[in-house]
């Protein structure tokens, strides 16, 4: 059983490029070329602007799940301990 291939796009992400995990796997374990394995393993694909979720195959026909992350909640009041960028 192989797990799924879970990828988080931003909230506004309309394109999405990754790689799938479980071809990136098997070339692992077959010991074959690193970037063989990637140009196999490459998915590319669009995402409509409403959808939470939606599902890409990779050339090996793995199933790849592609969902949004929400936007995180902002911070009720500022924190020293924050990061300040200048």
């Known amino acids: 059983m192989t797990r799924a ?3 988080w796009v931003s909230p506004g992400a309309t ?3 990754c790689l799938c995990e479980t ?7 077959e010991g074959g070329s ?11 694909g669009a995402l409509a602007g409403d959808a939470g979720v939606t599902f890409a195959r990779c ?3 793995h199933v790849v799940v592609v969902r949004r992350v929400d936007r995180p909640v902002r911070l009720p009041r500022r924190d020293a301990r924050q990061l300040q960028l200048v």
């Open 5 to 7: 291939n879970t990828v």
């Open 15 to 17: 394109a999405f490029s």
């Open 23 to 29: 071809c990136l796997e098997l070339a692992r374990s």
């Open 34 to 44: 690193f970037v063989e394995a990637v140009r196999r393993a490459s998915v590319r």
């Open 59 to 61: 050339a090996a026909g």
